[in-house]
Each structure stands twice: as structure tokens, then as C-alpha cells.
């Protein structure tokens, strides 16, 4: 791009290929590539140098085929249009990088796992402008130093943060996860939100900032606001994870602990509430797989309680094997839970294996894995979780019975383990406590 001495612009109504280097010349000051097609456009970005701004004016939106990385001083204005993500992330962490024309029509589109990638400075308030199927921002301050955060914003709330089934009521239909690059320090988090994103049973005047951390743990609750867009605030955020914003105890986020023990020929449940709303019962369920489970009982719950709540349920007579458990909540007006998966093994030492077994289960930092018979050469193993993605992948040494897998980067929940060689296939549940 040639600016001469003024200020050079190219308007592309196609799409954008390249890998090479998009650049102004050296006499040329703040050139601006826009996108100003009729129809969808797509963008493959190679390297964009010295101060070449961006615009979107296309009601379509472009569509993300590689990274982008806005250079120093640089602005990406969103005229009309959305900038769609896909898998690519969009980083504007340069000196001086701004957006410009932001609306509720004109925004970052994070539709799948590409996040916005900005820079937070001290006390400063940023806006990471961002949304899905609507305008969704998230708004982040540190209370010191500065460092750099990406965000994306999903159109569901799942029971385990980013897995298990979905939350429908009492909650805004909204996940943001956000991530810190380098450190997270101490973040005040800001989510925004529009009345048809509220699903049924939200209380707008009693929300709080949900943040999951092995369990769905509920902010302060408070009003957001009596006109739209509406937004709540959480101070003292020290970790990142899935954030959500819920109100009462829409969440299952009352249960702190759930357990399951051997106790001689029974298995022990307990568990502990910090509260309830409208609690009438928990269903005790079983399942010899962790995929068809059954009702084998039923606990009267507390109603409606601030105070700690202890439970206990003895299986008399479980399964042989591994045993699943969950625990389903059901409400007086029929609504109801699901929580987290747990699991006790009643295979006898030195039973026969079913080719590979891994323990514990549910486990917290480690996993050990062991083969009834080695692989004779290295064989990759792969974890997914319930909706088949890969979140953990390896190689299990040849000649080897047992290696131990750390787990510590999972979220809570159930995964599959599998493992592949030379034909030879094996595969087990576990969980991640």
C-alpha cells in the first residue's frame, strides 16, 4: 500500500489470501485496508507491518482463515459487520492498538474457539468488544501492573463449565472463558448482557458474577441496572475459568463436596450443600458404564437454607466393577440438576483386567493407567471429554504396563481414555474430581 505522503486506501469487495507481508510505504502514514463487500468475505492474513489499519464495513461480516495480529498504532474499525473468529485468534496486545465504530450489530464474533487477545494496564478498564449470536462484551481491570488476557463468549451455560449438559434456567445463557496469557493478578470482571439472553427464572435484580472452578461458585448478588444493556461486576477474581452470571441459586453451585467411598461390601456417599433454593429431594443415581444411569434412591432435601447441609446414602449392593454415581436435584416445582459424576471400584485385587483399567477414580492430579498386557511398541493415547473433543493427547512407552498420566489441566468432569496401536485399541472412563 502506497500512502505517497497521504494516506493510502484499498476497498477489497473479494476475499483476502495471503501469507506474504500487507505494508504501507515509508512516506505513508495510517493506510486502512477495507472490506467492504456485498456477501460474506473471508481473510487469510500473513504479516501486516508499520501502520496499516483495518476496517469492516460489510453487513456479511469477513470471516477469519488465519490469526491476525494488529501492528503497533494501528485501528480496527467496525463499521458495519461482524469480524467472525472461527478458530483464530485476533491479537491487538501492540502500543496503541484501539477499536473503532463498536456496536450491537458491529463486534467480534467468538463462534467457536478463537479468542480476542488485548492487553490490560493497570487500573485501566479495557472492553474485549465481543459476542456470539449477540453483543456480549467483557470488561477487565487489574488492580495493579498490566498483562494481556483472551477472551471468547459461548451462547449456552453447561452444568460443568465447559461440559455436561446445559443450564436452562435462572441464568443468563451466556459462558465467558477467559484465559491470562502470562499472569492473572487481581481482576475486577465485568460481563454485559441484553434481556433476550435471560433464561426463564432469571432474576435480574438479584445477579451475581458465577466464576467455575471445579463447581459453579456464586459472586456477590446485586441489581444490574433497570435499563439495557445490563452488566454485573466481580471484584478479587485471582483465577480464570469459565465466568457466567446467574441469580439465586440457579446454579449447582450449592454442592461443595461429593464423594464415594468402598466401606467393606457398600459404597458411602456424601455430600454437602453451602445452600439451597427450593430443594425438595436428590435422586441418587447409578450406572455401570457412566452413560445409562438408573435411580437407585432418593434423600430429602432442606427447601430453602443459607446454612451448610451434610448427606449421606449407602448402595447396599453395587454393581461389580467400577460403580458411577450422580446426583440428580430436583426442585419442588419439578425442576431439576444434574452434578457431577463420581466413582468407586469393586474389582477385586488381581481380578481380571478388561485390557485397561485406570485409577483412581474420580481422580484429582494424576492418573494410572495399566495394561493387562504391554503394547510392543509406543502407542498414542488420547483423553476426550463427553462431546468427543480431544483435551489431552501422548505416547505410552512400548514394553510398559502401567505410566501415570497428570490430569491437572482438566476441568472437572468425565473423560474417555483411549489408547491405539497397530490395530490393538483400549479404552476406559474416569473421572476428574
Given at each position: 500500500m502506497d500512502g505517497s505522503s497521504s494516506n493510502g486506501f484499498v476497498n477489497l469487495k473479494g476475499n483476502l489470501t495471503g501469507s506474504g507481508t500487507i505494508t504501507e510505504s515509508t512516506s505513508g502514514t495510517g493506510c486502512t485496508l477495507t472490506f467492504d463487500g456485498t456477501s460474506l468475505q473471508t481473510a487469510s492474513f500473513g504479516t501486516i507491518s508499520n501502520q496499516v489499519n483495518?476496517?469492516?464495513?460489510n453487513s456479511s461480516g469477513v470471516s477469519l482463515s488465519s490469526s491476525l495480529t494488529m501492528p503497533p498504532n494501528t485501528t480496527l474499525t467496525l463499521t458495519a459487520g461482524l469480524l467472525k473468529l472461527n478458530s483464530y485468534d485476533l491479537t491487538m496486545t501492540a502500543s496503541g492498538t484501539s477499536f473503532g465504530g463498536v456496536s450491537t450489530t458491529s463486534y467480534v464474533q467468538t463462534n467457536s474457539s478463537g479468542k480476542l487477545v488485548l492487553t490490560v494496564n493497570n487500573t485501566v478498564e479495557r472492553q474485549f468488544p465481543i459476542g456470539n449470536a449477540s453483543f456480549n462484551p467483557a470488561y477487565l481491570t487489574r488492580a495493579s501492573g498490566s498483562d494481556t488476557y483472551g477472551i471468547s463468549v459461548s451462547d449456552q451455560v453447561l452444568l460443568y463449565g465447559t461440559s455436561g449438559p446445559e443450564v436452562t434456567s435462572g441464568v443468563v445463557g451466556r459462558t465467558w472463558?477467559?484465559?491470562?496469557i502470562n499472569t492473572v493478578g487481581s481482576l475486577t470482571v465485568k460481563l454485559q448482557w441484553y434481556s433476550?439472553?435471560?433464561?426463564p427464572g432469571f432474576t435480574r435484580s438479584?445477579?451475581?458474577?458465577?466464576?467455575?472452578?471445579?463447581?459453579?461458585?456464586?459472586?456477590?448478588?446485586?441489581?444490574?441496572?433497570?435499563a439495557e444493556p445490563y452488566s454485573r461486576s466481580r471484584s478479587g477474581v485471582m483465577s480464570l475459568s469459565p465466568f457466567t452470571v446467574s441469580s439465586g441459586g440457579a446454579l449447582p453451585i450449592e454442592l461443595l463436596d461429593f464423594k464415594a467411598e468402598v466401606i467393606q461390601s457398600s459404597a458411602l456417599l456424601t455430600w454437602r450443600t453451602a445452600s439451597e433454593l427450593n430443594n425438595d429431594y436428590m435422586a441418587v443415581e447409578r450406572s455401570a458404564d457412566a452413560i445409562e444411569f438408573?435411580?437407585?434412591?432418593?434423600?430429602?432435601?432442606?427447601?430453602?437454607?443459607?446454612?451448610?447441609?451434610?448427606?449421606?446414602?449407602?448402595?447396599?449392593?453395587?454393581?461389580?466393577?467400577?460403580?458411577?454415581?450422580?446426583?440428580?436435584?430436583?426442585?419442588?416445582?419439578?425442576?431439576m440438576e444434574y452434578h457431577k459424576v463420581v466413582a468407586v471400584d469393586?474389582?477385586?485385587?488381581?481380578?481380571?483386567s478388561a485390557g485397561l483399567t485406570a485409577f483412581p477414580s474420580p481422580a484429582t492430579d494424576d492418573l494410572h493407567v495399566r495394561l493387562a498386557a504391554p503394547f510392543q511398541s509406543e502407542a498414542e493415547y488420547t483423553v476426550t471429554d463427553l462431546q468427543g473433543r480431544i483435551v489431552l493427547r501422548g505416547v505410552f512407552p512400548a514394553q510398559s504396563a502401567q505410566e501415570t498420566i497428570s490430569i491437572q489441566p482438566l476441568p472437572a468432569g468425565l473423560f474417555v481414555l483411549s489408547i491405539q496401536n497397530a490395530g490393538r485399541g483400549e479404552r476406559v472412563r474416569f473421572v476428574k474430581r
Open positions: 483495518l476496517k469492516i464495513n472463558d477467559v484465559a491470562a433476550g439472553d435471560e433464561k438479584n445477579a451475581n458474577v458465577s466464576h467455575y472452578q471445579g463447581s459453579w461458585d456464586l459472586g456477590p448478588a446485586g441489581d444490574a441496572g433497570a438408573q435411580e437407585i434412591g432418593r434423600v430429602k432435601g432442606q427447601g430453602t437454607t443459607q446454612q451448610p447441609q451434610d448427606y449421606r446414602f449407602t448402595d447396599e449392593d453395587p454393581l461389580p466393577g467400577i460403580n458411577y454415581y450422580r446426583l440428580r436435584q430436583v426442585d419442588f416445582d419439578g425442576a469393586f474389582r477385586p485385587e488381581g481380578a481380571a
